[in-house]
């Protein structure tokens, strides 16, 4: 009995270690379109407004992709699934060599909806994935470690892939492309354009390494068809998962977390350019949001539940957003820019105490459920644009009010919205 104990034990530790790469590596796709941002805003000559499609070409998948993502994994299993959704986003990484050879930006938007479709998959198995393979007890303990892994990616990645584009020939280009000719600046432009190419290869071999680990790995199929006895009897009355207001109201409230979370993770970089801050600079300010982010975490692990309710933490977290976001409105340059990177604190407890919040009591029909927060993840790709639009009409910085209608009923949903049975 011992044995088996220690087994089963070692078997959970090396499934928490693959999804934990699984994590980490679509943490550094995810992230890295902080800087994709203002990069292809110069290579491809965009408006503010257009750039921030990079962000809807990416997320928008969550919903396209969102009942494929669930045939997959039934008919494939969680492993396969997994390994099949890699491979979908070394795809998506492929694109960007034709995208950046013509600087098409139509290309890269394609890249990136194969990217986030892989994505989908990966997020539809791997959430669940982690929450089940272990006890259930310390479940929360699990989702925070692989938020860690997916943030500390999102860490590196601006500065790692920032040498590779050479940010510094960025910033010289964006100052004197005024001054050349129409030949010269389309010829700096395809230069700046094909250095995306090197980077993108790498993540093209990482994606397909990680792949293959993940097919030939031990990691246990688990399944999430079986239904306790006690959770078929919940909830008889109810016909369906639009029966739970609470719910819905989740979904809403998963939908603004996660473009608030975007914006102030995609748009920083961006964003001190505009306060004149050099694109080499500008970079680090993303990774401050992600290590914001880790930091919230880390408090998360130590004083959920021990000395603050998931409720309370939700509540203090809406409020903190809210105060940040209207100090970086009202202050200027690197003070501002700091407000939005810590932003990143008040976003990190949102999605660990959401996801518990709106699947409190619903029995049998968690699943559906499930799905449809899954597909609140879209919020990247619609709020972002609305940011994105803003700041072309308005400027980037009073851009930021629209965030905060969206953390008002985030903490709606935590003072009233989940209690809404």
């Not at 010829?187 to 030939?216: S, T």
């Not at 079986?226 to 909830?235: M, R």
């Not at 803003?390 to 903490?411: H, K, M, S, T």
Request: glycine share 8%; aromatic share 12%.
């Amino acid at each position: 009995m011992a044995s088996e104990t220690v087994t089963n034990q070692n078997n959970t530790s090396r499934s928490i270690i693959i999804i934990g790469a699984l994590f980490f590596i679509f943490g550094f796709v995810t992230w890295l379109n902080s800087l994709l941002i203002p990069y292809l805003e110069i290579a491809c000559e965009l408006t503010k407004f257009q750039s921030f499609f990079v962000t809807f070409a990416f997320y928008i998948a969550y919903v396209v992709m969102a009942p494929l993502s669930t045939r997959t994994l039934n008919k494939l299993g969680f492993k396969k699934g997994m390994s099949v959704a890699l491979v979908i986003m070394a795809i998506g990484a492929l694109l960007f060599i034709p995208a950046a050879i013509t600087r098409t930006y139509f290309l890269f938007l394609s890249g990136l909806f194969v990217m986030g479709s892989g994505l989908a998959i990966l997020q539809t198995a791997s959430n669940p994935y982690v929450t089940i393979v272990g006890p259930a007890e310390s479940a929360a303990k699990r989702i925070s470690i692989m938020g860690i892994c997916n943030k500390l990616a999102g860490a590196i990645a601006p500065i790692l892939i920032g040498f590779f584009l050479q940010l510094e020939k960025a910033d010289e280009l964006q100052s004197e492309i005024a001054n050349l000719t129409t030949a010269e600046r389309i010829n700096e432009l395809n230069e700046m354009a094909l250095r995306v190419i090197p980077p993108y290869i790498g993540i093209i071999i990482v994606l397909l390494l990680l792949a293959l680990w993940v097919y030939k790995s031990s990691l246990p199929e688990i399944d999430t068809d079986e239904e306790d006895e006690n959770l078929s009897l919940t909830n008889a009355g109810k016909k369906s998962v639009f029966d739970f207001p609470h719910v819905i109201l989740g979904v809403i409230a998963l939908f603004l977390y996660v473009g608030v979370e975007v914006i102030a993770a995609d748009s920083i970089i961006s964003y001190g350019v505009s306060q004149g801050i050099a694109l080499t600079t500008a970079k680090y300010f993303a990774t401050g949001t992600m290590v914001a982010m880790v930091i919230g975490y880390i408090l998360g692990i130590i004083s959920i539940p021990k000395l603050i309710t998931q409720e309370n933490a939700l509540k203090i977290s809406a409020v903190v957003g809210i105060a940040f976001s209207i100090l970086a409105i009202f202050t200027g340059g690197y003070v501002s820019l700091a407000f939005i990177a810590l932003l990143g604190l008040a976003n990190s407890l949102m999605w660990p105490a959401i996801w518990p919040m709106a699947l409190a009591d619903v029995g049998r029909f968690t699943k559906a459920a499930s799905s449809l927060l899954v597909m609140g993840i879209a919020g990247g790709a619609i709020i972002p644009l609305a940011y994105g639009a803003l700041a072309e009409e308005w400027n980037p910085q009073d851009a930021y009010w629209v965030l905060i209608p969206c953390y008002l009923f985030i903490l709606y949903f935590a003072v009233k919205g989940h209690k809404i049975k």
